[in-house]
């Protein structure tokens, strides 16, 4: 085994050491293995500081690498640019300091993975809703005319207020469905609050991935041209594991 720094990737159960079929981050053709300790083992690449920085390209591989991964093993997946300083550290930091508890998020995570979906909308309905409470057209008259910052302030409180009715209502119609064939749920932080419904990711074992894939078809059938879905996965199980690795 290469002595220096790993890049490590993910933790998965399996008693032999094992290669993959893909390169490492960096671009520069290292290759992907597994360092041991007992039943369990991480998944990581050579990496020299030298002639590798983190990038975004990185993150690409570490994706890549990680879809590989998961055709063969569930997987517990480590945090972006986590860089041991060599095959020991990650034998007693991580696999031997962590044994139980690595053991124990497997089987919770076994034959499972990360689906992510965010609804956003393209009705212009919605914003004419909005626009149409009558308290907030007394406050948007004001604010025309110049108004206080104080009241300018207030109409957007109001605005927010008032799209965050909708959006409550909206995922209450659209994530009982979902839920009831997830494991688990998420909702992740909404980037864009004036167009954005939800942003979720949901715990799903692969026997049902498909079974779930028919129920966001059946959303952006029903929703039509009212509500635009992005769907990814799927995904290692990013938002459900607390794998807080500090080397």
Known sequence: MPEGSKYIYCVIKCEGERDFAIDGVGGQGDRVYTINYRDLAAVVSDFSSSRQDITPQSLKSQQRVMEEVMKAFSVLPVGFGCIASDAAQIRDKVLKAKYRYLHQTLRQMENKVELV?????????VAGQVAANPRL?????????????????????????ELGKHRKKAMKEM???LDSIAVDRRLNKVTTPTIMIFN??????????????????????????RVRFIYVGPLPPYDFVDMAIRL
């Open 137 to 161: 057209k007394r406050l948007q008259r004001i604010a025309a005319t110049g108004g206080t910052p104080h009241q300018r302030f207030k109409l957007g409180l109001s605005v927010k207020e």
């Open 117 to 125: 979906l965010k609804a956003l909308w393209i009705d212009p309905q």
């Open 200 to 225: 979720a990711s949901f715990l799903v074992e692969k026997e049902r991935e498909a079974e779930f894939d028919r129920a966001v078809n059946e959303l952006g059938e029903k929703y039509g041209d």
């Open 175 to 177: 994530l009982p469905p």
